[in-house]
């Protein structure tokens, strides 16, 4: 039953959310679209990936000033040679929202960018990793879209408030 209230509420959040195609020819990760049910679907994957044989990813240790500024504290760091995820952390690792949020966006991407959230998603990879790859060389934020489009699911994550149940009569 919570699956089902929490599928209505993102649905609801996505109505409002959702937006047109941008004019550009670089598609942006506000032109993504989506539905309640495939943030579901990621969510779920990035649940299923800690245990999951069907994904890998690989964690590395960095300090501050080998993270990047415009991801400084869990980075989705891309895919090797054999198709398994990388995601930089730093140390210490801080138990804070933030710190919650960025493993949160850093996993998405990593389940996105390797499939295991189903072809939908590393299809909308592919697509915001094309525009960010479209920006020029010197952008002082190479994964500008990836992390907007990971903003954007957490929003509505964040706006979701699971209603009451109802009271027995």
Not at 7 to 21: E, T
Not at 70 to 95: C, E, M, S
């Amino acid at each position: 039953m919570k699956r089902i209230v929490l599928s209505l509420a993102l649905g609801v959040a996505l109505q409002g959310a959702a937006l047109a195609q941008s004019p550009s020819p670089v598609p942006s990760a506000a032109s993504v679209q989506f539905t309640a049910h495939d943030v579901a679907t990621l969510l779920k994957a990035t649940m299923d990936a800690v245990k999951s044989p069907d994904i890998t990813i690989n964690v590395v240790v960095k300090d501050a000033a080998a993270m990047p500024a415009y991801d400084p504290i869990f980075h989705f760091a891309g895919l090797n040679a054999k198709g398994a995820a990388t995601i930089w952390v730093l140390t210490p690792v801080q138990k804070t929202e933030a710190s919650a949020n960025a493993l949160r966006a850093a996993t998405e991407l990593a389940c996105m960018a390797t499939g295991f959230a189903g072809a939908f998603w590393k299809a909308i990879y592919s697509q915001v990793a094309a525009a960010d790859a479209a920006q020029p060389a010197d952008s002082p934020n190479p994964y500008k879209y990836r992390l907007a489009l990971t903003a954007r699911i957490q929003a509505i994550i964040d706006g979701f408030e699971p209603s009451p149940s109802p009271t027995p009569q």
